[in-house]
C-alpha cells in the first residue's frame, strides 16, 4: 500500500472489526468511516454499532452506504442515517448521491458527512 499511496506514509492508521471498535477508547479516531457496512448489521445490533461509531470518532463520521427504502434483500436494511447520527449529537455537513456511469447498483450509494457538534 506504501509504494500506492505515499502520501499515507507516517500516518497513524487503524482498520478495525466492528466487535473491536465497540471496545474502542471514546473519541480514539479523528475520522471514522465506512463503506457499505452498515446496511449489512442486523436490526437487532445496529442502534449498539451507531452508538459505538458515535463514540468512538472525534471530530468526523463519514459513510458511504446503500440508502434505498425499497431494499429487496434479507440481509439489507435501510437506515436514516440523518436521523440516527443527528440524535447522537452529530451534524451533518455534507450529503452526495452517487451516480456512475459504470454500476447502477452504485446509484443507491449516499456520502454522508457528519460532524461532532461542539
Known amino acids: 500500500m506504501a509504494s500506492v499511496y505515499p502520501n499515507l506514509n507516517g500516518l ?10 465497540l471496545k474502542a477508547n ?6 471514522v468511516f465506512t463503506m457499505a457496512v452498515l446496511v449489512h448489521i442486523h436490526p437487532e445490533t445496529i442502534q449498539m454499532v ?9 471530530e468526523y463520521i463519514v ?3 446503500f440508502d434505498a427504502e425499497n431494499l429487496d434483500s434479507s440481509v ?3 437506515r436514516d442515517y440523518q ?19 459504470i ?6 450509494f449516499t456520502l454522508f ?6
Open 12 to 21: 497513524n492508521k487503524h482498520a478495525v472489526t466492528i466487535e473491536g471498535f
Open 83 to 101: 436521523t440516527e447520527f443527528t440524535k447522537r449529537g452529530w451534524k451533518l455537513k455534507d450529503r452526495l448521491q452517487i451516480s456512475t456511469s
Open 50 to 58: 451507531m452508538d459505538g461509531i458515535s463514540a468512538i470518532a472525534k
Open 76 to 78: 439489507c436494511w435501510y
Open 63 to 65: 459513510l458511504i452506504e
Open 26 to 31: 471514546t473519541q480514539q479516531f479523528d475520522i
Open 103 to 108: 454500476d447502477k447498483q452504485l446509484d443507491c
Open 113 to 118: 458527512v457528519f460532524k461532532r457538534e461542539s
